[in-house]
């Protein structure tokens, strides 16, 4: 087993790396691109690549959980808010340039089409900031929606449909689910758009949440992800409490793995075991 990632990825896929080892019994390795190429040119070939976020192509036709066109179509994150668009993910009303946003739909969040964290981020309060954004790089902009509640659902595709090709909601299992608290000093701004851990933020277990409302988050991140064709994602999933409705934001490819103090690597090391096992047996 070999698990791939990029430099942007490298505390979650040396943890992975080392979760699996841990749990496995077979020998498990890990490295960027260049490494695994090397390693495919001297005739190695592992059993299945687990692939965290690397769209590179290299010459391998053995068994990849999350392949690299998987990766760049959750990768461009234009181009996946236009998938969420055209198949009907609940999500942000999507502008795709800036003169198509016009005084009523202000504010707007700005964003590039490729972007990590917080940044490549416009909270754009006039069309002056919106024209601005534009010339400083954005691609596109997308609908503020204000007083939410932030989560992130850990999303996997159920081994018995890994190699069909068109994608459903049932194909996929949510493994894990927390939610963007507060944990900064006095209150958050409700002015500041990002809820970053720059700025105070952490992903903790829900508490105190009707089952009603993580259910309909965990329905649209198996939307989002079921319309990427993902094999597995981390979805970030707001809700907005008095119409109970959701919002996908994006995403993720390469999942936060790297915390000690979280579950969330051992979780994704399970599952991935359980998929590649012989069992046919199915959570």
Not at 53 to 74: K, S
Not at 207 to 229: F, P, S, W, Y
Request: with cysteine.
């Amino acid at each position: 087993m070999f698990v791939l990632y990029k430099n942007t990825g490298v505390h979650s896929g040396r943890a992975l790396r080392k979760m699996l080892a841990d749990l496995y019994d077979e020998r498990v390795q890990g490295g960027y691109p260049k490494r695994f190429a090397s390693m495919i040119r001297a005739g190695g070939k592992p059993k299945i690549v687990i692939n965290l976020g690397v769209t590179d192509d290299i010459p391998y036709d053995g068994e990849m959980i999350n392949t690299q066109d998987m990766v760049r179509a959750a990768s461009n994150k234009k181009k996946a808010r236009q998938i969420f668009s055209e198949q009907g993910v609940p999500a942000p009303e999507l502008f795709l340039k800036a003169s198509l946003v016009t005084k009523g739909d202000l504010p707007v969040i700005g964003r590039t089409s490729y972007h990590h964290k917080g940044q490549g981020f416009w909270f754009c309060k006039t069309l002056s900031d919106v024209r601005r954004a534009s010339q400083e790089g954005a691609t596109h902009f997308m609908e503020f929606i204000q007083n939410t509640r932030e989560y992130r659902v850990h999303t996997f595709i159920k081994k018995k449909y890994r190699e069909v090709e068109e994608r459903e909601l049932d194909h996929y299992v949510s493994i894990k689910i927390s939610e963007k608290v507060w944990l900064g000093e006095g209150k958050p701004k409700k002015s500041e758009p990002q809820k970053n851990h720059e700025f105070g933020w952490s992903f903790m277990a829900p508490k105190n949440r009707r089952e009603e409302e993580l259910d309909v988050v965990r329905h649209a991140a198996k939307q989002a992800i079921a319309a990427l064709g993902l094999d597995f994602g981390a979805v970030d999933v707001m809700y907005r409490v008095r119409s109970k409705q959701p919002y996908v934001l994006e995403v993720n490819s390469t999942p936060s793995l790297s915390d000690e103090n979280a579950t969330t690597c051992e979780v994704y090391a399970k599952r991935i075991l359980k998929t590649i096992s012989d069992s046919d047996k199915e959570e």
